[in-house]
């Protein structure tokens, strides 16, 4: 038998075919990365650019945001200042109302009485007995100046319901109380009223006592302004 071994079945690569041939598999790799970073970098370029473009957007809507609140904010305040204007107005034409119907009431109250007075000197002393009876509840350092029971409940519910008014415009909740008090009482019960002048702690005072229920209704300074009509 013959010992030669068969030829291979292939052709059979010299060595510089070899290089040649890991020479281009070289520039294949690396034409793959080079294709790979290039794909790399432009979807990186894409992403920063669609985070700035949405950075942009929300920046814009932030801005218009601000403005429209900005504008809803002025148009708040300019609202408010208008409605300020309209109530100052309003409490001025009020007051300018409650002092004209109070200039009135002076003029009306200073007209002669239509009937001349009875016993005055009996009256004066039932009327000022009955206030020092109520005024010595609360201490023995009043002093009576003047006594008013000849009252006339259409001139003085007038009075006292602009006096309300009065009050009412200036904030003031005590006086609004007794105003309504004593105007409700000239309503209802003007018969059980006295009114008279009192001075205490060097001060005149208007006060108001209802003899049905031998209580103070009020006690108010300056006298003068609540003593009106009298």
């Not at 409605?83 to 109070?102: N, S, T």
């Not at 009875?118 to 005024?135: D, H, K, M, N, Y």
């Not at 009065?166 to 000239?186: C, E, Y």
Request: proline share 4%; no cysteine; aromatic share 4%.
């Amino acid at each position: 038998m013959s010992d030669r071994r068969p030829p291979p079945s292939g052709p059979k690569l010299s060595a510089l075919e070899a290089l040649e041939e890991a020479r281009r598999a070289e520039a294949a790799r690396r034409e793959a990365a080079k294709d790979a970073e290039v794909k790399r970098e432009l979807a990186q370029r894409l992403a920063e650019e669609a985070r700035a473009r949405f950075l942009e957007e929300r920046a814009q809507k932030e801005a218009e945001e601000a403005r429209r609140r900005q504008e809803e904010e002025r148009r708040e305040a300019a609202r408010r200042q208008e409605l300020a204007r309209r109530e100052a107005l309003r409490r001025e034409e009020e007051e300018r109302e409650a002092e004209e119907q109070m200039a009135r009431d002076r003029a009306m109250a200073s007209q002669p009485r239509s009937s001349p007075r009875t016993g005055p000197i009996v009256q004066t002393s039932i009327a000022e007995g009955r206030v020092r009876a109520v005024l010595k509840r609360l201490g023995d350092d009043f002093e009576i100046l003047k006594v008013y029971d000849e009252l006339r409940p259409e001139v003085l519910a007038v009075l006292w319901q602009a006096q309300l008014k009065r009050a009412r415009v200036q904030g003031d909740l005590f006086t609004v109380a007794l105003s309504l008090s004593i105007a409700t009482r000239l309503e209802q019960h003007p018969d059980s009223l006295l009114a008279a002048r009192v001075r205490w702690a060097e001060q005149d005072w208007a006060v108001w006592i209802d003899t049905e229920r031998k209580e103070i209704l009020a006690a108010l300074t300056p006298a003068d302004r609540y003593l009106t009509g009298l």
